[in-house]
């Protein structure tokens, strides 16, 4: 599948932007893949008031601030990711199996993918919606058909925001770091 952009940076740091684990607005290095599949940015220096002071701090521990493109993955729906694999795998999946975005998501889960940190999770479609509920005592995850229109594929990593934000991460089964209990 061909990654589609969905913004893009033309540096590998920031200038007035915020932090997404200490919330600080400022300017500082941030962790590019983060960026490329969330859309968000994780700082992985200090967070510094301005770029006068970053500048100066990436001067002196070897010039760190680069002139990059950094891509940004587009999201997209449930059935485009489907209809990837039916493309890549040669298997085909009934086209009256699934109606909704939900549905197709399910499907994937059924098939192709397994909740990355909650292997043992289980899922089950609840008048219309997705929900997948880890074995630990969390909460369950719901996934609505908005929420099944926003995936980020990224080789065998297969990223969805639940209703409320919350992303959870999902392996493709035939990944050598799935757990032998999920493949």
């Known amino acids: 599948m061909t990654m589609n952009k969905a913004g893009y940076c033309v540096t590998n ?7 997404i684990d200490s919330g600080k607005v400022g300017c500082f290095l941030f962790d590019k893949d983060r960026y490329r599949r969330y859309g968000d940015f994780r700082a992985t220096s200090d967070v510094f008031p301005d770029v006068t002071r970053l500048l100066e701090w990436s001067r002196s521990n070897g010039d760190l601030c680069k ?25 085909e999946y009934p086209e009256g199996r699934w109606y909704t975005e939900p549905e197709a998501f399910w499907v994937l889960l059924v098939h192709e993918f397994t909740p990355r940190f909650y292997p043992n999770a289980r899922f089950r479609m609840d008048g219309g919606m997705l929900v ?18 926003n995936l980020v594929l990224d080789g ?4 969805a925001h639940d209703q409320q934000g919350f ?10 770091d799935v757990p032998a209990v999920a493949a």
């Not at 990059?68 to 298997?91: C, F, M, N, Q, Y």
């Open 13 to 19: 740091y920031t200038m007035g932007c915020r932090d």
């Open 67 to 91: 002139s990059e493109t950094v891509d940004r993955i587009k999201p997209i729906k449930a059935s485009e990711v489907l209809h990837d694999v039916e493309r890549r795998t040669g298997v």
């Open 132 to 149: 997948i509920e880890p074995t630990s005592s969390r909460n369950p995850w719901y996934f609505d058909e908005n929420a099944s229109e």
């Open 156 to 159: 065998d990593l297969l990223i």
């Open 167 to 176: 992303p959870m991460e999902f392996l493709r089964c035939s990944a050598s």
